[in-house]
């Protein structure tokens, strides 16, 4: 305690001396005499310490020491000793933007220091007016994990949403909201997804942001069709407002597959007659002839569906690929067990039309296909167990 005592009358002492101190070493001379004061624990002569600072400074210099000061305290567990020198800084109605900003910023920390929970929304709602958008950003993020590390994801989705609808010149801090408000629904509700999206384009988030997004989790909803249905709405959304080549070849790979999901077969093959950009001629030529072979399905046209299938594997026939990845299940698909399981599909339909002898060679076809599949499996436990529940018993 003396050693702190002496520490600040040193300081004030230096200050008193009549030749005057170097205004380069004053604002070091100031923030050893607050940090006496602090360690101390003596609020009365923290206030004063901080007085001086701010009346002897500009507030580009002056800020910086209290940030450092007051945050150390916050950092440190003293955020109610923190808290009452921030209401003594409040009552000098401070109007230079590094205090406001400075305030504003440590008010947040001491609220979410003290689990004030009911306090956090007002707290974070001053940051969101005044606060600019890297600082925000910064701010934000602690914010964020803070509650939702504390189990309130109900502020979380409250104040996410604030910033997304509030504070659209500060990008960065808004598309970082937008993701938050986004993930904090569908955590709750998958199926608020398509609206939520919406909702972000409807606020002018920037295209490629909610493309970012909506990429992210469509395959999540392939086994949601009217979830589905909704997103390749909103994809399309996307595509009219976005200029960016990278967002709008991965949406509208989304859209497509969208409409394989839920059987659009009509839209699949009209998108891919068109094209989809980024995919070269091979691409369309293998993926051409399976749409087509689905919707001949779906029209129950078994031969033409046949024809379609067999111009599908002919196609993977043709092709250098080897294998094909499957974003929604993570497996990754030899071109044996795709031709395998095509030519097993070809025979059922034959049996359905019927055409026996049709059929059986198809079947022989599809189990020397699925055996090298097999084969090629052996090192990949997932894979290998899937095949081994889809060929069972037909291999026998």
Same mark, same amino acid.
């Given at each position: 305690?003396?050693?702190?005592?002496?520490?600040?009358? =040193?300081?004030?002492?230096?200050?008193?001396?009549?030749?005057?101190?170097?205004?380069?070493?004053?604002?070091?001379?100031?923030? =050893?005499?607050?940090?006496?004061?602090?360690?101390?624990?003596?609020?009365?002569?923290?206030?004063?310490? &901080?007085?001086?600072?701010?009346?002897?400074?500009?507030?580009?210099?002056?800020?910086?020491?209290?940030?450092?000061?007051?945050?150390?305290?916050?950092?440190?567990?003293?955020?109610?000793?923190?808290?009452?020198?921030?209401?003594?800084?409040?009552?000098?109605?401070?109007?230079?933007?590094?205090?406001?900003?400075?305030?504003?910023?440590?008010?947040?920390?001491?609220?979410?220091?003290?689990?004030?929970w009911d306090a956090a929304p007002a707290a974070f709602d001053v940051c969101v007016?005044?606060?600019?958008?890297?600082?925000?950003?910064?701010?934000?993020?602690?914010?964020?994990?803070?509650?939702?590390?504390?189990?309130?994801?109900?502020?979380?989705?409250?104040?996410?949403?604030?910033?997304?609808?509030?504070?659209?010149?500060?990008?960065?801090?808004?598309?970082?909201?937008?993701?938050? =408000?986004?993930?904090?629904?569908?955590?709750?509700?998958?199926?608020?997804?398509?609206?939520?999206?919406?909702?972000?384009?409807?606020?002018?988030?920037?295209?490629?942001?909610?493309?970012?997004?909506?990429?992210?989790?469509?395959?999540?909803?392939?086994?949601?069709?009217?979830?589905?249905?909704? &997103?390749?709405?909103?994809?399309?959304?996307?595509?009219?407002?976005?200029?960016?080549?990278?967002?709008?070849?991965?949406?509208?790979?989304?859209?497509?597959?969208?409409?394989?999901?839920?059987?659009?077969?009509?839209?699949?093959?009209?998108?891919?007659?068109?094209?989809?950009?980024?995919?070269?001629?091979?691409?369309?030529?293998?993926? &051409?002839?399976?749409?087509?072979?689905?919707?001949?399905?779906?029209?129950?046209?078994?031969?033409?569906?046949?024809?379609?299938?067999?111009?599908?594997?002919?196609?993977?026939?043709?092709?250098?690929?080897?294998?094909?990845?499957?974003? *929604?299940?993570?497996?990754?698909?030899?071109?044996? =067990?795709?031709?395998?399981?095509?030519?097993?599909?070809?025979?059922?339909?034959?049996?359905?039309?019927?055409?026996?002898?049709?059929?059986?060679?198809?079947?022989?076809?599809?189990?020397?296909?699925?055996?090298?599949?097999?084969?090629?499996?052996?090192?990949?436990?997932?894979?290998?167990?899937?095949?081994?529940?889809? *060929?069972?018993?037909? &291999?026998?």
């Amino acid at each position: 305690m003396n050693r702190h005592v002496d520490i600040r009358n =040193w300081c004030r002492d230096l200050q008193g001396r009549d030749v005057g101190l170097p205004a380069d070493l004053l604002p070091q001379v100031l923030n =050893w005499q607050l940090a006496a004061s602090l360690a101390m624990a003596d609020a009365d002569l923290a206030q004063t310490d &901080l007085d001086s600072i701010i009346n002897k400074l500009t507030a580009d210099k002056a800020a910086p020491l209290v940030q450092q000061s007051l945050g150390g305290l916050i950092d440190g567990g003293q955020h109610a000793f923190a808290s009452r020198l921030l209401r003594h800084l409040q009552t000098k109605n401070l109007e230079a933007a590094e205090y406001r900003h400075l305030l504003a910023a440590l008010s947040l920390r001491t609220v979410l220091a003290a689990k004030n929970w009911d306090a956090a929304p007002a707290a974070f709602d001053v940051c969101v007016a005044q606060l600019p958008d890297s600082t925000l950003y910064t701010l934000a993020r602690t914010f964020f994990t803070t509650l939702q590390k504390n189990g309130r994801n109900d502020l979380v989705e409250q104040t996410s949403k604030k910033v997304v609808f509030n504070a659209l010149d500060k990008t960065n801090s808004v598309n970082y909201a937008a993701r938050v =408000w986004v993930e904090t629904g569908v955590a709750a509700n998958p199926r608020v997804l398509p609206e939520r999206l919406d909702a972000l384009l409807t606020a002018r988030i920037s295209p490629v942001q909610v493309g970012n997004v909506f990429d992210r989790y469509f395959y999540e909803m392939a086994e949601q069709l009217d979830t589905i249905r909704a &997103l390749c709405a909103v994809g399309e959304r996307i595509l009219a407002t976005c200029s960016d080549e990278n967002t709008v070849n991965s949406v509208k790979i989304k859209i497509l597959d969208g409409a394989f999901i839920t059987e659009n077969y009509d839209l699949a093959v009209s998108m891919l007659e068109k094209g989809i950009p980024g995919k070269d001629k091979a691409w369309h030529d293998m993926s &051409l002839p399976k749409v087509k072979a689905h919707r001949a399905m779906a029209k129950n046209q078994p031969r033409e569906a046949v024809s379609f299938f067999r111009a599908f594997m002919q196609s993977w026939l043709d092709s250098d690929q080897e294998e094909e990845f499957d974003p *929604t299940s993570g497996i990754a698909y030899s071109r044996e =067990w795709i031709l395998g399981r095509n030519a097993k599909r070809i025979a059922g339909i034959l049996d359905t039309i019927p055409d026996k002898a049709e059929a059986d060679k198809a079947r022989a076809e599809a189990k020397g296909y699925f055996k090298t599949a097999l084969e090629k499996a052996a090192n990949d436990p997932a894979a290998l167990k899937l095949l081994q529940e889809e *060929t069972k018993g037909f &291999l026998d």
